[in-house]
């Protein structure tokens, strides 16, 4: 069964730092991506999409960004962080096929400071 | 624009109540509709439903879906402390899943 590998699981960063989050996975191939933000007691936005390798789709302009540089990998990165960018960031993905649900890692805590 | 909402945003009920959420979308190409359960970090799957007027039930928990009027209802019958979680509706029009605001169960003895 498919397997989700997020870390760090908390992070403190100062403003305008950059950011690197990984995600990735075992246990099947060539899966759709994404990245959630969630703010305290909310419920999740969606940031990012991936079909697959080099194949990102914005939901959410803002000042993120993400990367697929191998099929079983994903990325969010800033430059710069922001107080706003603040939050709980989970990695998901769903199998290559229909009427499948969407299987979450366990999640990063990013406060910035 | 995509959009799903649930309500209420919070609940406080005793041991033993039932509880209804509810979640209403507007999305074009609809494919299947999803709720899960938050405790702590990772969301956990519950159910989904793609057809209207069938029932999924697990448990104590059971979930409909009506397609003509947009929305689905979560039921939990004789609630436990450990119901106690975030509630999410997810719905998946392709490639994309859109959650909404969750609702906030507290189950208190």
């Known amino acids: 069964s498919q397997t989700i590998h997020q870390w760090p699981a908390t992070l403190v960063q100062p403003v305008g730092s950059p950011l690197s989050l990984e995600c990735t996975v075992e246990g099947t191939s060539n899966p759709n991506l994404y990245w959630y933000r969630q703010a305290a007691g909310r419920g999740l936005q969606l940031l990012f999409y991936?079909?697959?390798?080099?194949?990102i789709s914005s939901e959410v302009p803002q000042n993120l960004s993400a990367s697929r540089p191998q099929d079983r990998q994903f990325i969010l990165s800033s430059k710069k962080l922001l107080l706003s960018d603040s939050g709980f960031y989970l990695c998901?993905?769903?199998?290559?096929?229909?009427?499948?649900?969407?299987?979450f890692g366990q999640g990063t805590r990013l406060t910035v400071v | 624009e995509d959009k799903v909402v649930q309500s209420p945003l919070s609940l406080v009920v005793h041991e033993g109540d039932t509880v209804t959420l509810n979640c209403s979308y507007e999305?074009?190409?609809?494919?299947?509709l999803l709720w899960y359960k938050q405790e702590k970090k990772a969301p956990t799957f519950l159910f989904m439903l793609t057809s209207s007027g069938i029932e999924k039930k697990s448990g104590r928990l059971s979930s409909i879906l009506d397609k003509k009027e947009l929305f689905s209802i979560l039921n939990i019958t004789a609630t436990q402390t450990g119901d106690s979680a975030i509630y999410l509706c997810?719905?998946?029009?392709?490639?994309?899943?859109?959650f909404g605001t969750g609702t906030s169960l507290t189950v208190i003895p």
């Open positions: 998901a993905l769903v199998l290559d096929r229909a009427y499948t649900e969407a299987f």
């Open positions: 997810a719905v998946e029009p392709g490639n994309q899943f859109y």
């Open positions: 999305v074009t190409n609809f494919r299947s």
């Open positions: 991936s079909v697959g390798i080099g194949q």
